[in-house]
């Protein structure tokens, strides 16, 4: 069973510019998470969707991030524009749906920005 | 709200020695407790959990078990090897609204030396 991917695997941007992640989840996963996990800390939820709905996007900047996972499988988050503190590693993970606890994780982005 | 406290790291072990990683919650209702494990480059992978109170969760040698009435979850392997370098992350779930979140702590660096 192939498990979660993502791309780019890094990436380094300059303030004020925009970038985008791309996560597909292992199949037949219903629910997907991004984390933004900053060096030395623990992952950090972002957002969850539900198929193609999102359930929690409460920790989600919205002024400058987005994500959308409109075919209910694989999904895009964007930064736009992106600052310094965005530097970070963002995590995707899948789970089977929202009631099962385990969650399965892609390697991540890693993100500098200077 | 939920939040995971561990034993700040880094730790440092020869081969063979005994480990122990200190892990405490606060929590509403009754989450269930995991451990998951970063190897450098790589995304999170569970390696063991416990879902309710007096559940031990084993995995490779490694082992935890749910204490309630000290809302903890210390992490322990009874011969560490070289290749468990890695960091290590307790977490929570617990229902927030209609999905489950995990809460993870900061994470424990281990280096294991020959």
């Known amino acids: 069973e192939a498990g979660v991917a993502q791309s780019p695997r890094y990436k380094i941007i300059e303030k004020r510019q925009s970038v985008a992640f791309w996560c597909n989840p292992i199949?037949?996963?219903?629910?997907l998470y991004w984390y933004q996990q900053i060096l030395g800390q623990g992952p950090k939820l972002l957002i969850q969707f539900q198929n193609n709905g999102v359930v929690d996007d409460s920790q989600l900047p919205k002024d400058r991030f987005s994500a959308e996972r409109l075919k209910g499988v694989d999904s895009t988050l964007k930064i736009q524009p992106a600052k310094l503190e965005d530097s970070a590693v963002y995590l995707c993970?899948?789970?089977?749906?929202?009631?099962?606890?385990?969650?399965?994780f892609g390697p991540g982005t890693r993100l500098t920005v200077l | 709200g939920n939040s995971v406290t561990q034993m700040e790291g880094p730790v440092t072990l020869s081969e063979e020695a005994f480990l122990t990683i200190n892990c405490t919650y606060t929590a509403t209702g009754y989450p269930s407790l995991f451990w998951y494990v970063q190897y450098p480059g790589e995304g999170l992978q569970l390696l063991l959990k416990?879902?309710?109170?007096?559940d031990k969760g084993s995995n490779k040698g490694f082992e935890a078990t749910y204490r309630k009435e000290t809302t903890s979850f210390h992490l322990e392997k009874g011969s560490v090897q070289v290749s468990d370098s890695a960091v290590y992350f307790c977490a929570l779930s617990d229902r927030d609204g209609s999905a489950r979140q995990l809460t993870f702590g900061s994470g424990t660096q281990l280096t294991v030396l020959p």
């Open positions: 416990a879902t309710k109170a007096d």
């Open positions: 199949s037949g996963h219903a629910t």
């Open positions: 993970a899948s789970s089977v749906n929202r009631d099962r606890n385990e969650q399965f």
